[in-house]
C-alpha cells in the first residue's frame, strides 16, 4: 500500500529510471494522474502533459466503466457494455456528456499552454490506477496514432483483469502492485485524496511542486 499519490509517484519514478536522461514525455489522465506525473517527470528529466479520455459510465451503475471515449471523439467499449444495459441512444447520450467535459478541459489545459509534440518519442502514460482499463486502453489507442517511438503504460496498482487488457496496447507495462484481491484503485492508498481542477491546472503551469499542489508535507 502507498502512502498517498506522492509516495506512489516517486516508486513509479524509481521503475521507470531506465528513461532517465532520454528525454521522454510522461502524459498523465487527468485528474488524479496529474500531480504524480508531475514528479515522475521531475525525476525522470521528461516533459509532462495529460492525455484527454474520459470513461463511458454504466446505467445505474456510474462506477463502473463500460469503455471510454478521447477527445476525438474515437470510443472503446468494453465487450460487456451491452450487458450492462448500454444500448445505442444510451451510449451515445453518455458520449456527448464525456466530450463536452473533455472539449472543457482542453480549452482550460490550452489557455496555459499548447500540448507537447509526442511524434518521435518515447511516451510514458500514467494512471492513479486501473480497475477496468478502459480509460487507459483508449489513452493508449489516442497517443499511438500520435507515432510515438515507444509507448510506455506505468501506474503504481492495478486489477489482473486490466493489465491484461493493457498489454497488447503498450510497448511497455510498468505496475507496482497486482493484488490478487482486487476491489477498487482506492485500496492502493493510505490517502486517497481526490485531485481538483485548480490542482491540475496548478501542475500544468509548471514550476509548482506535488506538495505545494496538494498541501503534503514531504
Not at 498489454?167 to 476491489?183: G, K, N
Amino acid at each position: 500500500m502507498f502512502q498517498n499519490r506522492l509516495d506512489a509517484a516517486r516508486q513509479l519514478a524509481t521503475a521507470l529510471n531506465h528513461y532517465k536522461g532520454q528525454h521522454p514525455v510522461v502524459l498523465a489522465i487527468p485528474r488524479g494522474a496529474v500531480p504524480m506525473a508531475l514528479v515522475v517527470a521531475q525525476q525522470l528529466g521528461a516533459d509532462m502533459d495529460v492525455v484527454l479520455v474520459r470513461k463511458l459510465r454504466a446505467p445505474y451503475m456510474p462506477e463502473v466503466a463500460i469503455g471510454a471515449v478521447d477527445e476525438s471523439g474515437k470510443t472503446y467499449l468494453a465487450p460487456y457494455a451491452q450487458d450492462m444495459g448500454a444500448d445505442w441512444d444510451y451510449l451515445q447520450a453518455e458520449k456527448k456528456t464525456q466530450l463536452a467535459v473533455l472539449q472543457h478541459r482542453r480549452q482550460q489545459y490550452n489557455a496555459i499552454r499548447p500540448p507537447v509534440a509526442i511524434a518521435g518519442r518515447t511516451v510514458i502514460v500514467i494512471d492513479d490506477g486501473l480497475a477496468t482499463g478502459a480509460t487507459m486502453v483508449s489513452a493508449l489507442q489516442l497517443v499511438r496514432r500520435q507515432n510515438p517511438a515507444c509507448l510506455v503504460c506505468a501506474v503504481p496498482g492495478a486489477s489482473a483483469d486490466a493489465l491484461e487488457k493493457i498489454r497488447p496496447w503498450a510497448d511497455e507495462l510498468v505496475c507496482l502492485s497486482t493484488p490478487q484481491d482486487f476491489q477498487g484503485v482506492g485500496q492502493f492508498y493510505r490517502d486517497f485524496e481526490q485531485v481538483e481542477d485548480q490542482d491540475v491546472l496548478a501542475c500544468l503551469l509548471s514550476g509548482c511542486s506535488w506538495a505545494k499542489v496538494l498541501h503534503i508535507k514531504m
